[in-house]
C-alpha cells in the first residue's frame, strides 16, 4: 500500500529526548502484520500453483481455496488503501494493482494476480519496515540527552524533569554524565566529548564562559552550568527536527511518482475500457477474446516495479545515514549524492576515528622501550589529555 504525505508526516511525529514513542506500544501485529500477510499470501500462491498446475496434485477445490486465500491476503493493505481514497472521490496506485490482480483472475490467470499483490503487500511491507527503522534513528537520537537534570535552586540540590527547567537554572554536571542542557559554564574545568553535535571526536576543554551542549559527555571534572536554552529548542532538539524534516521531505523521484499515479491509474483504466468495448463492438471480435486482451493490458501495465522501489529505498537510506552520525537535510539532497564528483571534509575524526594511538616507541636515550613506556604511563595516569590516555592504553 502506498503511503500518503500526510501518512508519512504522521509517522515522523518528532519526540522530545527520552519520551516512548507510541510506535513502540503497537504490539507485534501492527508492526509485521504485512509481512505475515506477505508470506501468508506467497505460502497460499506456491502451494496452489506447485499442487494445481505443476504436479496436478491437488484438487480444484483446494486450489481456488488456496486463490482466495492468497488474493484476501494480499489484496488486504491494498484494498484498504483504495477504500479511503475512493471515499475521496480519487482512484491511485493501490486501486490499479486491485484492479490488475482481479483482472488476472479473471482471465483464469491467477498466478500472475496473486504474484501481484504479494509483491505489493511486500514492499507495503518493506516501507513500513523502513519506517520503523527511521523512528529507531529518531529516537536514538532523543537518548541523547538525559530526561532529568540535577538543578541548584535556592541553596538546595534537587533532580528535576529537563522540561521544567528554564533559563538561568543552575544544573551541576557530575564526571562521566551527559550535559542535560544547553548552557554555559559558570563553575569547574572539564573536558567535553562533543561528538554527537559537531562530529569532533576529540575532547574540548571547557572553561569559565564557555557554552556547552545537551546530549555531550562530561569528562573528568565537575561543571555547573547555567542554562541558556529551553529544552525544546537547544541544539540537539533542533537536530532531531531536521532528522524529521529529512524524513518528511520526498525525494525528487517520490515526488513525481505522488504526481504520476493517480493520472496513470485513469489512463490505464480507460486504455482497459477501450481494448475490451472498440473492438467488441466496431471489429465484432468475440468479447472473451477483448476482455482476454484488455485485462493482459491491466495485468502488464500495473507499476508494480514503482511502488516497491519508492520511497522505502529513500527512507531507508536516510535513517541508516542517520545511525552512522549522517545527517541529510531531506530525500532530495540524498539523490544529489549520485551526482557529486567532489566531497570536501572539515574536522577531524569524519574520515578516521579522530582519536590517537600510540603505534611506534623509539627511544632517543639508554631506557628499554618497556621502562619508557612504564614511565610515560605513571606521568600520565591522573591526566584526562586524549593522548596521555593513548599512552596509558598502549
Known sequence: MTTSAAER????????????????????????????????????????????????ALPPWSVTTLAVIAFVAGGYSGFVGAWEQAKEGKFDIDFLMLAAALGAALINEWVEGALLLFLFTLSGALETYAMGRTRKAIESL????????????????AILPVEELVIGDVVLVKPGDRLPVDGVVIGGNSSIDQSAITGESLPVSKHLGDQVFAGTINGGGALEVEVTKLASETTLSRIITLVQDAREDATPTQQFIDRFSQPYTYAVIGATLLAMILPYFFLNEPFS??????????????????????????????AAAARQGVLFKGGAYLELMGKTNIIAFDKTGTLTPGRPVVTNI???????????????????????HHIAKAVIEK
Open 9 to 56: 508526516n504522521t509517522a515522523y511525529q518528532t519526540l522530545s529526548p527520552g519520551e516512548r514513542p507510541a510506535w513502540r506500544t503497537i504490539g507485534f501485529w501492527k508492526e509485521n502484520y504485512e509481512f505475515v500477510l506477505a508470506g501468508i499470501t506467497l505460502a497460499a500462491l506456491l502451494a496452489g500453483w506447485i499442487g494445481g498446475e505443476v504436479t496436478g
Open 142 to 157: 532523543g537518548k541523547l540527552r538525559p530526561a532529568t537534570a540535577l538543578v541548584r535552586r535556592d541553596g538546595s540540590e
Open 289 to 318: 477474446t477483448t476482455l482476454y486482451r484488455a485485462m493482459t493490458l491491466l495485468v502488464v501495465a500495473s507499476p508494480c516495479a514503482l511502488v516497491i522501489s519508492t520511497p522505502a529505498s529513500a527512507l531507508s537510506a536516510i
Open 362 to 384: 623509539h627511544p632517543l636515550t639508554s631506557h628499554s622501550v618497556e621502562n619508557l613506556l612504564r614511565v610515560a604511563a605513571s606521568a600520565e595516569t591522573l591526566s584526562e
